[in-house]
C-alpha cells in the first residue's frame, strides 16, 4: 500500500498554484493559536533588534545615516538613541555581564561588501558608546557568542566580497581586548549559527557541526553531520541547555528539522517533526515555555522569493516534537527580517527587504496564545547597572 503524506500534498498544490498557505486558523480561538497586531511603523526598516536589560528594545536599518532607535513595548513610544557614528549594518553583538553590549563589524560605505574592523561597546543605561581596540580584520556579518566568563568569541564575517576573516577571536573582559585564536584560522561561512554548548566549547551548527575550544590559541573538534544539507539561510536555536533545533533552509527549502542534544556523549543530529511547508530566510524564537515559534520566510527556492511567502506562524513543542500551525499574519518577513520576543511573552516580528523598490519599516507583534491558555510569564525587571545580570544563553535567535 502506498502511504501519502498529506502535508507533503498540501505542500505541493501550493508551491504549485504559486499561492501564500493560509490555512483557516485564522477563525479558531486567539488564545490557542495566537494573535497579531495590527501593522505599525517604524521610523526605518529594523533590520537589527535587541531587547534590552532596560526593557527597551534598540532597532537599526542599513546605514549610520538613518539613526539608532529605542522602542518601549509597554507605551508603544520611540526615541532616537545616540549614533555611534559607524555603520554596523550586519554586525554581530552580544551581551556582556553587565548589560551591556558588544557590537562588532559592520562594513565600510559606500562599498556594502568591505567589512568593518571596529568594535564598540553600547551602554544602554547612559545610551552611550564607546570604543574597545580594533579586531584583527573587518568583519561583515560575523557571529558574536558570550562565554561563560563573560567573555565574547566573535568569528567569520567579510573581510571583503571574496574574502572571508577565517580567524576567530575572543574579546577578554579582563584585559578590555582581543585575543586572536592562532591555531583556529577556518573558513566558516558568514553568521555562522553558534551556542555555548554545556562542557564551555562553543558549538557551530551546520551540516557539518563542530565546537570551537577557544582556550589558548584555539582547538576545532569535529561534532556530527546534518542528515539534510540545508545550511544555506536554515535557522537555529538552543532550546534547552545543550539541546539545539535547526529549521529550514537550503535552496530551494526543506521543511525539515533536525535536534541535536550536546549532552550525549556521541551528540548526532536526529530528525524531529517537519514544518508545515519549506521555509527559508525564516526566523525561530524561543518562547518562555521552551516552545520555539517559527514566523516568515519563504517556500521558493531562490533569493528572498516574496511569491512563496509563508504567512503564517507554526510553534514546535519539544515534549512532542510536532508543530502546530499559528496565526497568520499580513506582509511577507524574508531576508533581513527579525523576530525578537519581549518580556511579556508577545513576539515582535519586522523588517525584511520584501524587494528593492519597496521597504517595509512596518512590525507587528503576535500574543502566542499566553494570555487565556495561562498566566503570561512573569515580566523581566530593569536591571541594575553592574548587577549579577547575565544573557541567557537559551535565548539565542539567529537568522
Known amino acids: 500500500m502506498i502511504r501519502i503524506n498529506p502535508r507533503a500534498v498540501v505542500a505541493a498544490i501550493v508551491l504549485a498554484f504559486g499561492i501564500c498557505f493560509s ?15 495590527s501593522v505599525q511603523d517604524w521610523p526605518v526598516v529594523s533590520i537589527h533588534i535587541i531587547m534590552l536589560p532596560t526593557r527597551e528594545v534598540l532597532f537599526w536599518a542599513y546605514n549610520d545615516d538613518q539613526g539608532f532607535y529605542l522602542w518601549d513595548p509597554e507605551t508603544d513610544l520611540i526615541r ?55 579586531m584583527n580584520g573587518g568583519r561583515w556579518y560575523p557571529s558574536s557568542t558570550t562565554l561563560g566568563n563573560g567573555d565574547v568569541l566573535v568569528a567569520s564575517g567579510d573581510k571583503t566580497p571574496t574574502q572571508i576573516n577565517e580567524l576567530p577571536e575572543v574579546f577578554e573582559l579582563d584585559l578590555a581586548d582581543w585575543r586572536g585564536l592562532s591555531s583556529a584560522g577556518v573558513y566558516i561561512a558568514s553568521y ?21 575550544d577557544t582556550s589558548g590559541s584555539g582547538v576545532w573538534t569535529g561534532v556530527a553531520v546534518k542528515n539534510v544539507n540545508s545550511d544555506d539561510y536554515g535557522s537555529a536555536v538552543m532550546y534547552e541547555p545543550g539541546k539545539v533545533l535547526w529549521t529550514g533552509g537550503g535552496n530551494p527549502p526543506t521543511a525539515t528539522c533536525e535536534i541535536i542534544d550536546l549532552n550525549d556523549p556521541v551528540p548526532s543530529w536526529q530528525f524531529t517533526d517537519s514544518m508545515a511547508l519549506p521555509r527559508r530566510q525564516n526566523n525561530v524564537t524561543l518562547l518562555p515555555d521552551g516552545k520555539v515559534f517559527a514566523t516568515g520566510g519563504s517556500s521558493a527556492g531562490g533569493f528572498n522569493q516574496e511569491s512563496g511567502a509563508v504567512l503564517y506562524a507554526e510553534m514546535w513543542d519539544p515534549n512532542t516534537g ?78
Open 23 to 37: 490555512p483557516t486558523v485564522k477563525a479558531q480561538d486567539p488564545s490557542l493559536v495566537g494573535q497579531w497586531s
Open 80 to 134: 532616537q538613541a545616540t549614533n555611534p557614528q559607524s555603520n554596523i549594518f550586519c554586525s554581530g553583538h552580544s551581551f556582556l555581564p553587565d548589560g551591556t553590549l558588544l557590537i562588532s563589524g559592520g562594513h565600510i560605505p559606500p562599498n556594502n561588501t568591505v567589512g568593518l574592523n571596529r568594535a564598540i561597546i553600547y551602554d544602554p543605561y547612559s545610551d552611550f558608546w564607546t570604543d574597545v581596540p580594533d
Open 192 to 212: 555562522p549559527r553558534t551556542f555555548l554548548a554545556p562542557d564551555g566549547r562553543v558549538f557551530f551548527a551546520a551540516h557539518q557541526s563542530r565546537y570551537l
Open 322 to 399: 510536532q508543530w502546530t500551525i499559528m496565526a497568520s499574519h499580513e506582509e511577507f518577513r524574508g531576508y533581513h527580517s527579525t523576530a525578537l520576543l519581549l518580556p511579556d511573552g508577545r513576539v515582535l516580528k519586522s523588517g525584511g527587504d520584501n524587494h528593492l523598490l519597496r521597504k517595509s519599516t512596518r512590525h507587528l507583534i503576535c500574543s502566542t496564545g499566553y494570555g487565556r491558555r495561562s498566566p503570561r510569564p512573569p515580566r523581566v525587571s530593569a536591571m541594575a547597572k553592574h548587577s549579577s545580570w547575565k544573557p541567557s544563553t537559551r535565548q539565542i535567535f539567529i537568522k
